[in-house]
């Protein structure tokens, strides 16, 4: 095993991926398992002014991180041990465009599921908003939020359906996103 991700396995020899946007229904990396769970000390939020995969300089997108403080419903990816360092390759190719995540260990509960005990703490990766750079985007008002991602389209594709596909597979998993939500039914028609 990669010494450099021995330590970023849980106790039961897994990597644990948590996942709270895109990841969810855009994976890219094999998994084993795709299990709910809380992220407490962070929350899901527009903070990213996004200039490469859903917007452009000239008009640049938002996406979503991780930012200080409340909890977060999403998924924890489990990873068998012998493909976390692709994993994880794959994922900070993807995540570190700018320098506007920073990778972090967390400690995230599983929530009850059919088949997985509700509550045990796992050990994972995730990314989170970096503050202190001119991507960082402060709170703004909901409509704001919603005109920017209607008119943004990036590398990746439209910067609604982006939204769209996390409220949807949100929704799938049983979740919502209040704040999500309503952004989404600010958007106009498409």
């Given at each position: 095993?990669?010494?450099?991700?021995?330590?970023?396995?849980?106790?039961?020899?897994?990597?644990?991926?948590?996942?709270?946007?895109?990841?969810?229904?855009?994976?890219?990396?094999?998994h084993?398992?795709?299990?709910?769970?809380?992220?407490?000390?962070?929350h899901?939020?527009?903070?990213?002014?996004?200039?490469?995969?859903?917007?452009?300089?000239?008009?640049?997108?938002?996406?979503?991180?991780?930012?200080?403080?409340?909890?977060?419903?999403?998924?924890?990816?489990?990873?068998e041990?012998?493909?976390?360092?692709?994993?994880?390759?794959?994922?900070?190719?993807?995540?570190?465009?700018?320098?506007?995540?920073?990778?972090?260990?967390?400690?995230?509960?599983?929530?009850?599921?059919?088949?997985?005990?509700?509550?045990?703490?796992?050990r994972?990766?995730?990314?989170?908003?970096?503050?202190?750079?001119?991507?960082?985007?402060?709170?703004?008002?909901?409509?704001?939020?919603?005109?920017?991602?209607?008119?943004?389209?990036?590398?990746?594709?439209?910067?609604?359906?982006?939204?769209?596909?996390?409220?949807?597979?949100?929704?799938?998993?049983?979740?919502?996103?209040?704040?999500?939500?309503?952004?989404?039914?600010l958007?106009?028609?498409?």
């Amino acid at each position: 095993m990669d010494q450099a991700v021995a330590p970023l396995l849980d106790a039961d020899g897994f990597l644990y991926v948590f996942g709270y946007g895109s990841l969810i229904w855009k994976p890219g990396f094999p998994h084993v398992a795709m299990l709910p769970a809380l992220l407490r000390g962070f929350h899901r939020r527009f903070c990213i002014w996004s200039t490469h995969h859903r917007g452009t300089a000239e008009r640049p997108g938002l996406v979503l991180g991780l930012d200080r403080g409340g909890a977060c419903r999403g998924v924890l990816f489990r990873v068998e041990a012998a493909a976390a360092a692709d994993a994880l390759a794959y994922l900070d190719a993807r995540e570190m465009i700018g320098g506007v995540y920073a990778r972090r260990v967390v400690t995230a509960r599983l929530l009850p599921a059919e088949g997985e005990g509700g509550g045990a703490a796992k050990r994972a990766v995730t990314f989170v908003a970096v503050r202190g750079l001119d991507s960082y985007c402060r709170a703004l008002a909901p409509e704001v939020a919603a005109s920017t991602i209607a008119a943004g389209v990036g590398l990746s594709g439209a910067n609604r359906d982006y939204l769209l596909n996390t409220v949807a597979e949100l929704r799938r998993l049983g979740m919502r996103d209040a704040g999500l939500d309503r952004i989404a039914a600010l958007l106009p028609p498409g």
